[in-house]
């Protein structure tokens, strides 16, 4: 008895009704929120904090390239543990947030390269450079990619969730020894030249609009989840009787 | 309750060994893309002995995954289609044993031939003596796990029958086995210690022996299924 009041709340979170209606009065804070992060942290970011000793202006884009790196990276792990949730309990809802994470990590990890690529060319005079951070972040670009195309192999919804969570939890396992390796093999082909400056070394001025645009665009990672996940729900539940019932008061609405 | 693990290696290795011996071509194709692609490198780039046995690890060991890849899509495509993969999923099992037992012949039929033509290779680009031990060991082990993770990918993408798509799964997972096997045959090269990376591409093949069968026999079913 009290074991499964417990546990009503987990597969509360599971219906994906439940999920639409709580997000719809969550969305407007956590907007809020985010935009307030990413503004605060940009104008400081850029505008405040003390230009770089040797880099000048152009660190400035550590505030957009380190936060999308991040939540890439993250959002691999949130990918596969909704997978793995879904593979697991069989909850719907797990399988929809995955199948939402894959497009926004793929963007960012596309943002994270792209940015990377323009701050290394003041900075190391070429735009790439097979640096061991780079190098994995292309990687975890396929794997993104690769999550997204493994999706078209099947014409049922449910075993194309289950296949994406399958490779998901593939990639989980061989993410740290891909970032592992590839860290090794840089140091066996190339001498350290490139050297980041480390978090902790950074002076405080810095560091902290860039902990301000970590968090936002944590947030922001949310927000796109959140739409991308409610979008996917009306997609696949159009035959709920709640689904038809928004539409038509929506219409109404009109 | 039946034991979940036992039976169906043997008798999957041989079914799988005998039909690769019967159909000699598809054996024989991987083998022919190595020589012929290992012969192409140096009239692409240059037939300076030296220039070539510096590229020559990296070589060799792009070839042996291109090589791995053309041939596991097929690992369980023809069972797809002769209906005999629906047989084994019949069985309420794990499928672990047969599954190691299918890619035990596959990497009996292309690994260890890749590796035992090797050799042949390393002279063609005038790898130093001293590398070819580390380059045959490394092939053993790397292309064991190459068959592995292939597998991986030619179960989740049975339906569609792999292609481009099962080397986009499966490339990113190869880079480490890339990486570790060459670097074996590199620092043999630079008269380096090759046994770590050669115990690592060792310790990968454990985990995916460990792993990948359990990932083989739920895209597997998935297949048959979606």
């Known amino acids: ?58 660190f400035r884009i ?16 949130l990918m596969a543990i909704a997978g793995a949730v879904g593979l697991i309990w069989r909850i719907k809802l797990s399988y929809m947030l995955m199948r939402s994470a894959a497009p926004i990590g793929a963007a960012l990890t596309f943002i994270a390269l792209v940015t990377g690529a323009i701050w290394g060319k003041p900075t190391w005079g070429a735009y790439w450079v097979w640096d061991a951070r780079i190098t994995s972040m292309l990687i975890l670009l396929f794997l993104y990619i690769g999550v997204m195309a493994l999706r078209h192999t099947y014409s049922s919804h449910e075993a194309a969730d ?11 396992v061989n993410v740290p020894i891909i970032y592992k390796s590839v860290d090794w ?10 050297k980041f400056t480390g978090a902790p070394s950074m002076h405080p001025d810095m560091f902290m609009p860039l902990v301000v645009m970590i968090v936002g665009f944590y947030a922001f990672y949310a927000v796109s989840l959140i739409l991308f996940t409610r979008a996917e729900i009306l997609r696949r539940e159009y035959r709920a009787s709640w689904v038809k019932q928004l539409v038509t008061d929506k219409l109404a609405e009109k | 309750m039946y034991n979940y693990l036992s039976g169906g290696f043997s008798a999957y290795l041989y079914r799988d060994l005998l039909l690769g011996i019967r159909n000699k071509t598809d054996l024989v194709k991987p083998l022919i893309f190595f020589l012929l692609i290992s012969a192409l490198v140096p009239l692409a780039i240059a037939p300076e002995a030296e220039r070539l046995a510096q590229l020559a690890p990296g070589i060799i060991w792009i070839l042996a995954v291109l090589a791995t890849l053309l041939s596991v899509e097929r690992l369980f495509s023809d069972d797809l289609q002769d209906g005999s993969l629906e047989q084994m999923l019949l069985s309420p099992n ?3 044993l047969p599954i190691l037992g299918k890619i035990a012949a596959h990497w009996l039929m292309i690994g260890l031939p890749l590796t035992l033509l090797s050799p042949l290779i390393g002279i063609w680009f005038s790898l130093p003596v001293v590398a070819v031990i580390p380059m045959i060991l490394s092939l053993a082990l790397g292309t064991a796990v190459l068959s592995l993770i292939g597998a991986v990918g030619a179960a989740l993408t049975l339906p569609r029958q792999g292609g481009v798509l099962l080397a986009l799964l499966v490339m990113p ?54």
């Open chain 1, 1 to 58: 008895m009290n074991l499964h009041l417990q546990w009503t709340w987990f597969h509360r979170l599971g219906s994906p009704r439940w999920f639409y209606q709580k997000t719809q009065r969550w969305l407007p804070w956590l907007s809020f929120i985010m935009l307030s992060l990413l503004v605060a942290g940009l104008v400081w970011g850029l505008a405040y904090a003390p230009p770089d000793a040797k880099q000048g202006n152009s």
């Open chain 1, 62 to 77: 550590i505030y957009v390239h380190v936060p999308a790196s991040v939540v890439a990276l993250a959002g691999y792990y």
């Open chain 1, 162 to 172: 289950k296949a994406s969570a399958i490779l998901g939890l593939v990639g989980m």
């Open chain 1, 185 to 194: 093999w840089q140091t066996l082909h190339q001498p350290a030249t490139i």
């Open chain 2, 94 to 96: 794990m499928l672990i």
């Open chain 2, 173 to 226: 997972l190869y880079m480490p086995v890339l990486i570790f096997g060459s670097a074996t045959i590199q620092s043999a090269v630079d008269g380096l210690d090759w046994t770590a990376p050669l115990a690592i591409l060792a310790a990968f093949l454990a985990i995916a022996i460990a792993l990948c069968p359990l990932a083989i026999n739920a895209g597997l079913r998935l297949a048959k299924n979606g």
